[in-house]
């Protein structure tokens, strides 16, 4: 069956440290891939995506994400946090169409980032 | 350019009742998608919308309806409200059909006691 595992819930970190955000799934054929983010009150919003190419990919605010596909992974990583990243993070992976149908998400992982 | 609206953005209702969520896509974007927000469930794709015609139906039940008007604004419907119905239903509209590039509005928080 296809999915989307987010294994850690909530992750606490303090500021200027390094993070790194599990993602793994489980989908037949190509895949897209992508790292969603919803700050406090606001609207979810893309961070990055990856397609095809470089499995590196860079987001906005200095968030990068890996697509290693040997281990059906796409990790989030930035290599200092900041305050203003408290957020709830989710992963989608979609098929080769990205229909939004054939898009899952992953539950989300809660960022808390100690000032 | 003005965002992705919905109205209205808190809603309580009571079991039995029905309800109609409403959707503003960003101007220019015909697609729209309809998702359900759960705690520890993430989102749950409900359905997508090009051009006045429904494209795709998430697993939900036939309580659950939905269309577009000719303007891409889209509205959805549930009747019969259950308990379990409680949840932010978040709308994302887009140029074209698919997910490539998604724009969120802020959601519908549904509360059904």
């Known amino acids: 069956a296809q999915s989307v595992s987010q294994h850690n819930h909530h992750v606490i970190l303090s500021e200027a440290a390094s993070l790194e955000l599990g993602c793994n799934y489980s989908?037949?054929?190509?895949?897209?891939l992508f790292w969603y983010v919803q700050y406090p009150g606001q609207h979810l919003q893309l961070l990055l995506k990856?397609?095809?190419?470089?499995?590196l990919v860079k987001g906005i605010k200095g968030f990068e994400a890996e697509f290693i596909k040997s281990k059906f992974s796409f990790n989030l990583r930035k290599p200092s946090v900041q305050w203003s990243d408290t957020a709830e993070y989710f992963c989608a992976v979609g098929g080769e169409d990205s229909s939004a149908s054939k898009i899952i998400f992953g539950s989300g992982t809660r960022l808390s980032i100690r000032p | 350019k003005a965002g992705v609206t919905q109205t209205p953005r808190y809603l309580i209702k009571t079991r039995g009742q029905q309800v109609t969520l409403s959707c503003s896509p960003i101007?220019?974007?015909?697609?729209v998608s309809w998702y359900q927000q759960t705690p520890g469930q993430g989102l749950q794709f409900l359905f997508e919308y090009f051009s006045e015609t429904q494209r795709n139906k998430g697993n939900f039940p036939g309580r659950f309806s939905g269309r577009q008007f000719s303007n891409s604004r889209s509205e959805m419907n549930v009747s019969t409200l259950e308990l379990g119905d409680s949840a932010l239903y978040l709308c994302a509209s887009s140029r074209i059909p698919g997910g490539h590039e998604q724009y969120f509005g802020p959601g519908t928080r549904l509360t059904v006691t």
């Open positions: 990856y397609f095809s190419g470089d499995p």
């Open positions: 101007s220019g974007h015909r697609s």
């Open positions: 989908y037949g054929g190509t895949v897209n």
